[in-house]
């Protein structure tokens, strides 16, 4: 599938603009933030849902494939993929074969024209049963938070996308669906919310589109919360240190450029409960902004640009491996298996250095792999008078040179 173009106000962010309006102009000049091997992962795990009921196979059929993803990163499809692939396969496979008549949707493309331009998006996965229900499912690869379904904008912007301005299905429920299989949850893996069409329709004009108008605003409110935490603003957004520095009485207006700064932090054993609960409330977010400047300067810097104090050094060594299949091959023609490349449990491919060690284990040269694994060596923005020589980032070093035409050599003359 060619690559997506993302709504401004798409249902992935609601959460975030609906509840901070002034969010969506914050973030208009912001780089788009690098991909993670997190979210990338989650993307391959996509594809291969998407795969799986495109062709009507099930995740173990892509066994050892390799997923490689726009931003370039490569996963192969191993047991923990498949395990949680195949969990909302299932899911999926008995809400289509629940009643007859079902249409199922995969990765279907809409459109919120009649509403607001510039409101689009893509769902997952639906199950439409025509003059009944719309069945809208959503599949979270990832295990660090929980997202609950109960109220939630991002599937009911689905919804309205698949739903239409005049309900062509004359479907009378709404049911979402959050498959969430690595992450638990009190409810389990899959869970479900309905509502009536004349809810979501209500919750359409009276909440989500007034929340679109809202962001149009010249100075749209910026509230701080947990829905800051994957905003691209986060650097750039005075609104989560003042916060965060208020309940603490905390003051930056005195910081000076090129003087030392000295915070006057207050004793914690100090703080009374309350405002130590309104601290930890703002603890992970406040985390995340300072994570996203370290982001910010990273990606400036690396991308060309300067920032006065700071330079770009030669970061720690990090192998992977580059070609499972071929480790695989190496593995059974020494004798040993492909289950000797993955630990458990949980099932997770080894690194370079356990599947080196385990050749040596077997008395096999662990320098086999050694064309199989690739070796990076990441650039990291850090203070001047930091340890680490000076590099410039590739770009800039081509540009420096880009000019410089070689001289002619002068002859000998014999």
């Known amino acids: ?102 249409v199922l949707g995969v990765e279907t493309r809409f459109s919120l024209e009649w509403l607001h331009p510039g409101c689009f998006g893509t769902n997952d996965t639906s199950v439409t049963f025509k003059g009944d229900e719309l069945i809208i499912m959503d599949y979270k690869h990832g295990k660090g938070i929980a997202v609950e379904v109960t109220d939630n904008p991002q599937l009911m912007y689905y919804a309205l996308g698949a739903l239409g301005p005049d309900n062509k299905e004359n479907v009378k429920k709404i049911t979402v669906v959050i498959g969430q299989p690595r992450a638990y949850h009190k409810d389990g893996p899959m869970r479900y919310w309905s509502i009536t069409v004349e809810q979501l329709y209500a919750w359409c004009y009276d909440v989500l589109l007034p929340g679109i108008l809202e962001t149009e605003k010249p100075n749209a409110k910026l509230e701080a919360g947990e829905h800051c935490r994957f905003c691209p603003a986060k650097p750039t957004c005075g609104k989560i240190a003042s916060v965060a520095f208020e309940v603490a009485k905390v003051d930056f207006a005195h910081i000076k450029p090129n003087q030392p700064i000295e915070l006057n932090l207050p004793d914690i054993r ?57 480790v695989e091959k190496i593995f059974t023609e020494n004798g040993l298996s492909v289950e000797d490349t993955v630990n458990v449990p949980p099932p997770k491919a080894k690194t370079p250095n356990q599947l080196e060690l385990a050749l040596k284990a077997h008395g096999v040269d662990r320098k086999l792999i050694k064309d199989c694994i690739s070796v990076s060596k990441p650039l990291k923005a850090v203070p001047e008078t930091a340890k680490g020589e000076a590099v410039l980032p590739e770009g800039q070093a081509m540009a420096m040179f880009a000019g410089i035409v070689p001289q002619p050599q002068p002859t000998s003359g014999v």
């Open 270 to 326: 100090r703080i009374p409960d309350d405002k130590v609960t309104q601290l930890m409330e703002f603890a992970s977010i406040f985390k995340g902004w300072i994570g996203s400047l370290e982001e910010y300067v990273q990606g400036k810097m690396v991308g060309g640009g300067q920032i006065e104090g700071m330079k770009l050094v030669h970061g720690k060594s990090h192998r992977k491996v580059a070609d499972m299949n071929q």
């Open 1 to 102: 599938m060619p690559p997506l173009a993302h709504s401004k106000l798409g249902a992935s962010s609601s959460k975030r603009w609906l509840t901070c309006p002034g969010s969506v102009s914050l973030s208009q000049d912001v780089p788009n933030r690098p991909p993670t091997e997190f979210s990338e992962e989650g993307t391959a795990a996509h594809e291969l849902v998407e795969w799986c009921l495109v062709n009507n196979r099930h995740a173990e059929s892509y066994r050892g494939q390799t997923i490689t993803t726009d931003a370039g990163f490569e996963f192969f499809v191993n047991d923990d993929m498949i395990a949680a692939v195949q969990t909302y396969l299932d899911e999926v496979v008995k809400l289509f074969t629940s009643k007859p008549g079902a």
